[in-house]
Each structure stands twice: as C-alpha cells, then as structure tokens.
C-alpha cells in the first residue's frame, strides 16, 4: 500500500471543504491500474474499485473476506448514466432520486456493463447516485461505475469515521484517500430499495 494514510489537517466538515486535486488524481491512477482504494463518501467510509473490472473486484472480496454473490453497490455521479447499466430503468427511479432526502440505494432487478461479480446471483445490481465533494469530481473523470463496499472486514462493523478503520484494511488498499480523514462521521446509512421493472418497490433497509 502507498504510504498516504496520514491524517489530514483539514478538519471542516466535508461538505464544505473541497477535494484536492492531487489526491483526486491519485486515487483515480489506482483505480485505473486495477487497484481499490478506501475513500469517504456520502455515507460512511468505503473500499471502492473499478466496478467494470472483475480483476479489481475479486481483490476488494479477497480484503473484505466477503463472500461471492453478495451483492456490491456502485455509485454514480448522475441519474442520467442509470440506463448504461440497468436494462430498463423504471420511471419511478428517477422520482426517488429527486426527492430523497437521504441518500439513496436503489437496487435494480437487472444489471448490466459491470463486471460479473458484482452482480447478485439473481443478476440485480445495487446503484446510489452520490453527491459529495470528493466522490463526484472522481467519478465525473474516472467516467465509470465505482464499487462502494463498506471499509471493514466481513462480519465486523462498519466504522464511523476514518480512525476507526481496521489496520487490515488501511493496509491492504492501494490508495488510501486524504480527504474527510478528520471528519467526525456519524452520517446515516443510506435507505435501500428494491425497484422492479413494472415499477414496484419495496424497503429493504429505511
């Protein structure tokens, strides 16, 4: 792992402070590579990685300990990009996305142009569209689905914040992210639903 998980010194909340370019550019390298990196995001700190490279996603499972065929996230910087990766995108969707005021993952009951092994076994696929200071921009220039898992090994709880995080983890990513490493956490997890295609839907976690 690159040595770059020292504490930032920016202790704003994340919200109002921007990312910095550099470290942008840094975790998109990685990700490009083929590597995972361990990022904040609207939610909770997660371990993230090309979510079009089956290579990149067997990693994150092997770190995670995870078991195959548990659904994976992705996140998206916009709803517009939903139809590239759900065959058929219910109207209602785009309805939710609007009004939600927590974030949001809708799983859809057919993936599509990700790496197999993130779908489910039954071929759904998780998707949040996110809107944060760090995750956008990167996934504005990574132009590609981003795997969202949360940063902790399988079975053990999700962290709070950044110093929570399991050593295990901080060193068996490629990329640790400055940015949000001094926020206090805290934030929600996201609401989850399942949407079908004739457009019905139902809470998996509200």
Not at 98 to 119: K, Q, W
Not at 134 to 162: D, E, I, Y
Not at 189 to 201: A, K, Q
Request: glycine share 8%; hydrophobic share 35%.
């Amino acid at each position: 792992m690159r040595s770059d998980h020292q504490p930032s010194t920016n202790t704003t909340n994340a919200v109002q402070y921007k990312a910095d370019p550099s470290d942008i550019t840094r975790a998109l390298d990685t990700l490009r590579a083929g590597g995972i990196i361990l990022y904040p995001t609207d939610t909770i700190w997660g371990i993230g990685c090309d979510a079009t490279n089956p290579g990149a996603v067997e990693k994150l499972y092997r770190l995670k300990g995870r078991e195959h065929g548990k659904s994976l996230i992705v996140l998206l910087e916009n709803e517009q990009l939903l139809p590239g990766y759900v065959r058929e995108v219910p109207d209602v969707a785009y309805q939710l996305i609007e009004y939600t005021e927590r974030p949001l993952t809708i799983v859809y009951s057919d993936g599509r142009n990700v790496a197999p092994n993130v779908l489910a076994e039954d071929g759904s696929l998780g998707i949040r569209i996110v809107s944060h200071p760090f995750c956008t921009p990167l996934l504005q220039r990574f132009r590609k689905p981003l795997v969202s898992t949360s940063a902790n090994l399988s079975g053990h709880p999700a962290p709070n914040n950044f110093r929570e995080i399991a050593p295990e983890i901080l060193e068996g990513v490629d990329y640790v992210v400055q940015y949000g490493q001094n926020d206090p956490g805290g934030s929600p997890p996201s609401i989850v639903m399942r949407l079908e295609s004739g457009g019905r839907f139902s809470f998996l976690r509200k």
